[in-house]
């Protein structure tokens, strides 16, 4: 990301997680989230794996070519998270929660 001359970034962060948000939006119509983690289970080595599931929790099915290229955006716009551990990118308000934490009251 390119820095102006008071060493702002030139793109806030979270405009680059709201357009992200639209853009997989309109690449996976009825995907509310899309969890992502490096555990797909048709390897035997770390790769991206992607779930996306509309409003109502219904899996929205995914084209192997869609589901890396969504995986790849997200892990690319937050580099500093672990990714050994699964994530859910909310696309109705562009966070990012870690999703192994969801239900164990942490």
């Given at each position: 990301m390119l820095a102006m001359p008071s060493e702002t970034l030139?793109?806030?962060?979270?405009?680059?997680?709201?357009?992200l948000a639209a853009q997989l939006a309109d690449?996976?119509?009825?995907?509310?989230?899309?969890?992502?983690?490096?555990?797909?289970p048709a390897q035997a080595w770390p790769h991206p794996h992607?779930?996306?599931?509309?409003?109502?929790?219904?899996?929205?099915e995914l084209s192997r070519t869609t589901a890396r290229v969504a995986a790849r955006w997200i892990m690319r716009v937050w580099s500093d998270v672990n990714w050994t551990r699964p994530h859910t990118f909310d696309l109705t308000t562009a966070t990012l929660t870690r999703s192994d934490l969801v239900g164990r009251g942490r």
């Open positions: 030139a793109c806030p962060e979270t405009a680059r997680q709201h357009r690449m996976i119509p009825g995907a509310a989230t899309i969890r992502v983690s490096l555990t797909d992607t779930a996306a599931k509309d409003a109502g929790g219904a899996t929205v």
